[in-house]
């Protein structure tokens, strides 16, 4: 199975006409590809379902924040 991770971004207007968006919330949500399935599946639903995929998850959360992105605000989304 593939693990890998999806980005989510949010991002502000900016505050005056012809300034620049900015971001204000950056994530990573876990996922796996279920060949079976075809499918990507998302991690924390599939924990919350029921599934023992939490040492994939903490895998995946381990790696990606492994270089320090957590200081610069990057979070594991639900």
């Known amino acids: 199975a593939g693990e890998s991770t999806l980005?989510?971004?949010t991002f502000a207007p900016p505050a005056r006409p012809g300034g620049r968006w900015e971001v204000v919330r950056a994530e990573f949500v876990p996922t796996l590809y279920d060949r079976d399935a075809g499918r990507v599946v998302d991690l924390g639903e599939?924990?919350?379902?029921?599934?023992d995929l939490e040492g994939v998850r903490e895998r995946i959360r381990?790696?990606?924040l492994a270089r320090g992105a957590a200081k610069d605000g990057l979070v594991m989304g639900r």
């Not at 599939?46 to 599934?51: D, H, K, M, T, Y």
């Open 7 to 9: 980005a989510r971004f």
């Open 62 to 64: 381990a790696t990606v």
């Open 46 to 51: 599939a924990i919350a379902r029921g599934a």
